[in-house]
């Protein structure tokens, strides 16, 4: 046998959650995790896989106002959570100022990080909305970017933050 | 193309055509693609670096529901052409992309793929590759390429021969060739210096660490056309080789672009697509393959680890007398190491009276390198850059003066026997003797300021595009260049231009092999650069074709008009001799609706210009805390010479993406092996920088036109990566007295250092007070 259980292949999970503001109920794999529940069973592709073991920050969203990564949180333990991914940032067609400035500002390039990044500085401005540098850079230091140097990307959050796009 | 007005958006920070789908998550990577009745496709990776296999059964496998198809060696066809050869950058031969692809007799690295199933989800494919039983027999393994080189080494290849210009060996070694190039008599050169430092360096594998790991989707469709939907830098390249491996024509071959998330060199060979297409037809059905992390580490391939001795010479007033080095590269499992690139980058920037480069391309049992940014050129950077620190400081020289002094320009020679066109050396250290940075004193205990010189020859091969015409006036690029860097936005900046019609009045479609032109991959950096000869001719093409157009329409019964006599500029076409016949563009593009003439489409290419030889510097300040080791990066100032810049934001960001990725290389980055077993298969253990490692990096452009092209314009992606190392040891050096010569230089290498040379100066002391 495999160390697979086999016989387990079937079982499935419900979970509600509230997903940009839809609610949702999902038949899941109890091992599915949270991203995959998202980009597999939503079609919500944006939140990316990186590494799926949570170094790599790309899969970063919100989960009851609080970033995580969603490789490391199975989709049963997001039942009655409220998700946010960077498909809901922008609001009514008109896009999140972070959204704005990271065009405006270049600060990014492949753009496979760039959801991860919008979320944890939509945190980082809940929560601080006037970081110095080094907290923008703490704030962001779980996610990996490999393109740009991180210095449009620290640019672009500060931006925001001093109001300077809105 | 020379147009008559300033440019209007060439050289303006004109945002990233494709920046919106990316900040709404909406742009579509290799993985994130669904197919109608899709299978999941998994590998099955030897476990052993360096392994016989003398049997696979792969019943059971078969035998598990939702097992659709299993495959190995025994289903590619047999191999015709040996002699066919691809790459790109680090070319690769038929047979060995074979075995690459799927371990044949042998396993030859840890990760080497050995089956791959496909099944009805990822979990019971999963599952079926436990079931799957190989025979290996176990062999000793070569764990790096000094060891490979020694007489008595187990050999990977029963049949590789050493290449060399000399006589053709008559025993098979782990040396896949010898390159030996140069000019004038170093014997002379060393005789004739005043101080010689000869001094030995060693790097390790690293990993280009994008981050959206390899995946692809293949479907074999009912009439045995093929479709792929792949990540890759170049589709046609990608179409060439499965086509080669497959034997399918091209034209039953479409590989579709997804958008790629980071490459950098590591997504030039087929490595998922030949085993998806196998399993599709197979099983009748879609397949999609994604690898997970450890994959990307164990089984893509990383940079080149490289051992390099170089030896210099110069007169006391700094003038060098002569450069040589030895270059040791390690392969991985097939040949093809970025020996051409390190050598010709290793002295690039200098001019010397007598130059030799010797260097070894080498396999061991380790995954088969791929290019990454600027191929060998970093390595070979580090030591010739920490050797020339190292000789200016026994000569009592300022190390920018140094540099200066012995600066290559147009008509000096590289090792290689190229003479230069105009090249940029000179205008970067001039800019850096200029700039704030270079002006502002150093202060502090345990800080030092290091600059480095990095150099890459600028890759050309073959570039085409279309411009196509609508009949509403607007237009559209229609091109097989892959976007990795942001080139479908200097694209469109340049056909702006060259059309005098505005910017949004133009789109670009990166389109499949079946749909676009020929043209080469996006590696090396040459995207920019060809496709700016390559548009300009499309484009010269379309207004030759606008024009007779326009002839057409205006000429009258008494007086035919050519195109001869219609000017254009500016989104208008008129009668040279009477510039009251005026059309405007779109209503000459409407013409072609309904006269049999349209539509209009120019085609571009490009395959011989003279190479835009790139050039990069790096300054930075660092502060070592010598408790610990650890390196502080205080200040950063990448410097290059980009030829004419298209963008201004997406060359700064090259720029600072490339000194941050050598900054990776210089402090952080290895594979941690373990007799050909890798340690660190994860972002954790494998630690790219973060944003709390570095400080802002600044950037100072200089535009010293290419010989070549219709615009001046260089390469910008490769020359960022190639000084940092370089510049951090020899900052390191000027901040706490330690030469390293390994990388990467960790807090602890730093620290042991450090407490050498403590140990040392002690010894000397009581040895003083002995005497």
Excluded at chain 1, 8 to 37: D, F
Excluded at chain 2, 294 to 315: D, L, M, N, W
Excluded at chain 2, 539 to 551: F, L, N, W, Y
């Amino acid at each position: 046998m495999t160390t697979f259980p086999l016989d387990k292949l079937s079982l499935r999970t419900q979970v509600r959650m509230k997903v940009n503001g839809e609610p949702h109920v999902l038949l899941v794999k109890p091992w599915q995790t949270l991203l995959e529940a998202l980009r597999e069973e939503l079609g919500l592709t944006g939140t990316k896989e990186g590494c799926g073991n949570g170094n790599c920050g790309c899969c970063t969203i919100l989960m009851n106002g609080k970033t995580v990564n969603s490789c490391l949180v199975l989709a049963p333990e997001a039942d009655g959570a409220e998700i946010l991914t960077v498909e809901g940032l922008a609001q009514n067609g008109r896009l999140d100022p972070l959204q704005k400035a990271f065009i405006q500002y270049g600060a990014l390039q492949c753009g496979f990080c760039t959801p991860g990044f919008l979320l944890s500085a939509k945190y980082l401005l809940q929560e601080n909305p006037n970081p110095t540098e080094h907290q923008v850079r703490l704030a962001i230091a779980g996610n990996l970017c490999r393109c740009t140097g991180y210095d449009k990307i620290v640019r672009a959050i500060l931006a925001v933050a001093r109001g300077e796009v809105q | 193309m020379t147009t008559t007005t300033p440019f209007r958006y060439i050289g303006k920070p004109i945002p990233k055509a494709d920046a919106l789908e990316r900040v709404t998550g909406t742009a579509r990577f290799g993985a994130d693609l669904k197919l109608p009745g899709m299978l999941h496709g998994k590998v099955l990776r030897s476990p052993h670096p360096h392994a016989y296999i003398r049997r696979i059964d792969a019943s059971r496998a078969l035998a598990l529901e939702g097992v659709k198809a299993v495959v190995t060696a025994q289903d590619l066809p047999p191999l015709e052409d040996a002699r066919a050869a691809f790459g790109g950058e680090l070319m690769i031969d038929l047979d060995h992309l074979r075995r690459l692809t799927i371990a044949h007799e042998k396993a030859l690295f840890e990760g080497h793929a050995v089956a791959a199933v496909a099944a009805t989800s990822p979990e019971i494919a999963e599952a079926a590759l436990e079931l799957i039983q190989v025979d290996y027999e176990v062999l000793p393994v070569v764990e790096n390429a000094l060891d490979a080189m020694k007489p008595d080494a187990p050999l990977l290849h029963p049949n590789l021969y050493t290449r060399t210009l000399g006589e053709k060996p008559s025993k098979p070694s782990n040396i896949a060739t010898i390159v030996e190039v140069g000019f004038g008599d170093l014997e002379k050169a060393w005789a004739a210096a005043d101080v010689v430092v000869e001094q030995s360096f060693e790097t390790q594998m690293v990993h280009q660490g994008y981050l959206e790991p390899q995946a692809c989707v293949a479907w074999v469709d009912a009439d045995g056309r093929i479709h792929v939907w792949t990540t890759t830098q170049g589709t046609f390249n990608a179409q060439r080789m499965l086509s080669a491996l497959l034997k399918v024509p091209l034209h039953m071959l479409n590989v579709i672009p997804a958008e790629v998330g980071g490459a950098f060199g590591g997504k030039i060979y087929v490595i998922l697509e030949p085993l998806a297409i196998l399993l599709s037809r197979k099983a009748g059905r879609p397949v999609k393959m994604v690898m997970d992390r450890a994959e990307v580490f164990r089984a893509t391939g990383p940079a080149s680890p490289a051992y390099i001795t170089v030896k210099a010479g110069a007169k006391r007033d700094g003038t060098l007398t002569g450069l040589y080095a030895k270059i040791v590269m390690d392969a991985g499992a097939f040949p093809g190491a970025p020996v051409q690139g390190a050598t010709w980058c290793i002295f690039a920037p200098y001019k010397a009276p007598a130059m030799k480069v010797e260097a070894y391309d080498v396999v061991t049992n380790k995954p088969r390198v791929q290019a990454y940014r600027a191929p060998g050129a970093t390595a070979a950077a580090f030591a010739s850059e920490s050797t020339l620190d190292m000789l200016a400081e026994r000569l009592g020289l300022d190390p920018l003066e140094f540099r200066l002094r012995n600066a290559a320009q147009e008509g000096d020679q590289n090792v290689t026997g190229q003479t230069y066109g105009r090249i940029g050396v000179k205008a970067i250290l001039e800019a850096i003797r200029k700039h704030p940075h270079w002006n502002t004193p150093l202060q502090g205990k345990n800080r030092g300021r290091g600059l480095a010189m990095g150099a890459w020859m600028g890759a050309i091969l073959t570039s085409s595009s279309q411009v196509v015409v609508n009949v509403d006036g607007t237009v559209q690029i229609v091109t097989g260049q892959v976007d990795i860097t942001g080139t479908r936005t200097s694209m469109l900046q340049m056909v702006a231009d060259m059309l005098q019609l505005p910017l949004d009045h133009i789109s670009i479609r990166v389109g499949d092999t079946n749909c676009t032109p020929y043209t080469d991959l996006s590696a090396g950096s040459r995207t920019t650069f060809t496709q700016s000869a390559a548009l300009a001719r499309a484009c010269q093409s379309v207004i030759a074709q606008m024009k007779a157009q326009a002839a057409d329409a205006l000429s009258k019964p008494d007086r035919r008009l050519t195109p001869e006599d219609i000017e254009y500029a500016d989104g208008k076409f008129w009668v040279k001799s009477d510039p009251e016949q005026v059309l405007p563009w779109r209503q000459v593009a409407g013409l072609t609706r309904t006269r049999g003439t349209g539509p209009i489409v120019g085609t571009g290419t490009v395959t011989r210009l003279q190479p835009a030889n790139e050039f990069s510097a790096q300054l930075c300040d660092v502060e070592v805390d010598p408790e610990t080791g650890k390196v502080k990066i205080l200040r950063f100032t990448a410097f290059q010479d980009a030829g004419r810049v298209i963008n201004p934001i997406q060359v700064e960001g090259q720029m600072q993406g490339g000194a941050v990725q050598g900054i990776g290389w210089g402090l952080f980055e290895y594979y941690a092996w373990d007799k050909g077993k890798l340690r660190n298969p994860t972002l954790l253990d494998y630690r790219e920088p973060t944003a709390l490692d570095l400080p802002m990096i600044d950037t100072c452009i200089v535009e010293v036109p290419a010989p070549d092209g219709p615009l001046g314009v260089r390469g910008v992606g490769e020359p960022p990566i190639v000084p940092g190392p370089a510049a951090l040891a020899n900052a390191i050096y000027r901040a706490v007295g330690v030469r390293l010569t390994k990388l990467p230089m960790t807090p602890e290498t730093v620290f042991w250092a450090i407490q050498e040379k403590k140990q040392a100066e002690h010894l000397q002391a009581v040895a003083g007070d002995g005497a």
